[in-house]
């Protein structure tokens, strides 16, 4: 079982940066893949990035590259988002995911945090 914990949402106008963490629990964080997704009101769950378990393969949604950065860190136990040049559009419940291997499709992850808010105001 592992438990996710989501922090450092929040609102910034575009243009700006945002750092998001999730602290995991558990001892076998290192053996997870982790990834970011994102709701906005009114549309479907889509993935944003994800990690694999010793943090050399990322993978970003397209219009998220070059200006957002997964990243983890296996000694914390915490995975991190870090967003910049934060447009209208990445406005959204942002969440984060554990899994058995690193995928786009929310059905591959069996964990889940609880969300954290961003807005981006024009």
């Known amino acids: 079982q592992v438990q996710l914990v989501e922090s450092g949402g929040g609102l910034v106008q575009a243009g700006g940066s945002l750092s998001l963490s999730c602290a995991a629990s558990g001892r076998t964080f290192s053996t997870y893949a982790m990834a970011w997704f994102r709701q906005a009101p009114g549309k479907e769950r889509e993935f944003v990035a994800t990690?694999?378990?010793?943090?050399?393969?990322?993978f970003y949604t397209n219009s998220v590259k070059g200006r957002f950065t997964i990243s983890r860190d296996n000694a914390k136990n915490v995975v991190y988002l870090q967003m910049n040049k934060l447009r209208p559009e990445d406005t959204a419940v942002y969440y984060c995911?554990?899994?058995?291997?690193?995928?786009?499709?929310?059905?591959?992850?069996?964990?889940w945090g609880q969300g954290t808010q961003v807005t981006v105001s024009s």
């Open positions: 990690v694999n378990g010793n943090g050399r393969y990322t």
């Open positions: 995911a554990a899994g058995s291997t690193a995928s786009i499709i929310h059905r591959d992850y069996a964990y």
